[in-house]
DNA sequence: AAAGACACCTGTCCGC
DNA sequence: TGCGGACAGGTGTCTT
């Protein structure tokens, strides 16, 4: 389900909800997710949350003691309810606050995670060796030349790589390199600097834009009050298979690369 | 080191 | 209607 764009407007949706709050429990109904939720999460109890962050599509509760680490996987969401709200099928997990909210993880295909961490975040694993933020400054046309010298894999599995730059995931890699030009099963490495310009302006383009609209909804996304993602509108390859190219008329294409589904129009890409 | 396959899991949709 | 299979917004891990 969700990419960048849908994590943070996650992120931004439960921040005003979670700052300055005291985590009064933590009940876990189904510890296993992508790993098993950690029985050392229990010590947040009692904490206070000081901020509410996102590292590429990893969202970040710091509180007093250690930070609650949680990836949405595919399918998870996260939403705040009222303590007496009776939890349904896939609501794995409830953070308990003081104002008598919960914030509570709902998550179909559990591949989403929740963990804790008591050290400085950025040594975490899962975080200290992922790329660039794309909307922030270290992530350039410069930084995807580099990164991608030497590199035969195909363009989109490329940008794809968090290791590369974070965030960037199915559906606004296929929608960047539409906007870009660039056929998706082009080897990375052979790709100019300067085309590597465009890519990493469209890049940010896609994913600022799809932040204003709120993310994208395709079947059940919605933000933490509940509401849809209006981004969906602005897809102008993903999902759109057979259909006409919005800029040329040839019918848009479908190929599998990486073992992800890759839309694009043989046309305009090259 | 890099690239590809596979794994995790549930829900939905499509064709027969 | 039922059933099997493919597919879905991610990414760590294992194998080449």
């Known amino acids: 389900m969700p990419e960048l764009p849908e994590v943070e407007t996650t992120c931004r949706g439960i921040r005003p909800h979670l700052l300055g709050q005291t985590i009064s429990a933590v009940e876990v109904r189904q510890p296993k997710l992508r790993w098993p939720i950690p029985a050392e999460l229990s010590t947040a109890t009692g904490q206070t949350i000081h901020a509410v962050t996102r590292r590429g599509k990893y969202l970040l509760i710091k509180t007093d003691t250690g930070t609650i680490l949680i990836h949405l ?32 993880l709902h998550d179909p295909r559990r591949f989403g995670a929740v963990l804790w961490w008591t050290e400085k975040i950025e040594t975490h694993p899962l975080l200290s060796k992922l790329g660039p933020e794309p909307l922030e400054t270290a992530f350039d046309d410069d930084h995807l030349w580099r990164q991608s010298r030497g590199r035969k894999q195909a363009v989109k599995a490329f940008i794809m790589n968090g290791h590369i730059v974070v965030g960037v995931g199915n559906i606004y890699a296929s929608e960047s390199l539409f906007r870009a030009g660039i056929l998706p099963q082009r080897q990375a490495g052979r ?33 933490s009050d509940g509401q849809p993602g209006y981004f969906a509108q602005e897809l102008l390859v993903y999902g759109r ?13 479908i190929k599998v690369i990486g073992q992800r589904a890759s839309f694009y129009c043989s046309k305009c890409q090259t």
Do not use: W
């Open 73 to 104: 996987g595919m399918s998870g969401s996260l939403r705040l309810v009222d303590n007496h709200q009776q939890p349904e099928k896939h609501d794995h997990i409830d953070i308990a606050l003081s104002s008598g909210k919960l914030l509570r």
């Open 191 to 223: 790709i100019s600097r300067q085309r590597y310009q465009r890519l990493s302006q469209t890049i940010r383009e896609v994913l600022a834009e799809a932040i204003a609209q709120g993310g994208t909804t395709l079947q059940d996304f919605s933000n």
């Open 241 to 253: 298979e057979g259909q006409d190219c919005v800029a040329c008329s040839a019918k848009i294409k």
